[in-house]
């Protein structure tokens, strides 16, 4: 009787369609916007959209607590903490954007869906 359970379980759990986090578009300080795509608390990259570019950002570990995404290429970091984002150039060394929120629910969080 418990293999047929978990069998179930597992085959349902093969079909269904996968978890998608949709975009959240933040609203930042000066007017600008920031896109991101991904959950900032589990995915290992997520999608950053600015000023017209779309750019991979890969997680990076800290010591602090904050989700810290870079790309390498283009020397672009994204760094979140529970309530906001920033974005900087690591390059330059300097903040692009600054105190990034989420225009919906005034909460920067991504909302998942099937």
């Known amino acids: 009787m418990r293999i047929r359970i978990l069998s179930t379980v597992c085959a349902a759990a093969l079909i269904a369609p996968a978890a998608v986090a949709k975009p959240v578009q933040m609203q930042c300080e000066l007017g600008q916007q920031v896109t991101v795509g991904g959950?900032?608390?589990?995915?290992?990259?997520?999608?950053?959209?600015?000023?017209?570019?779309?750019?991979?950002?890969?997680?990076?570990?800290?010591s602090t607590g904050a989700q810290r995404f870079e790309n390498r290429d283009s020397g672009l970091v994204w760094i979140s903490i529970p309530d906001k984002g920033m974005l900087l150039d690591s390059v330059n060394g300097e903040p692009l954007v600054n105190e990034c929120r989420a225009q919906d629910t005034g909460q920067f969080t991504t909302q998942v869906t099937k």
């Open 39 to 62: 959950d900032v608390a589990l995915d290992r990259s997520i999608e950053l959209h600015w000023k017209g570019k779309q750019y991979r950002m890969k997680r990076v570990r800290t």
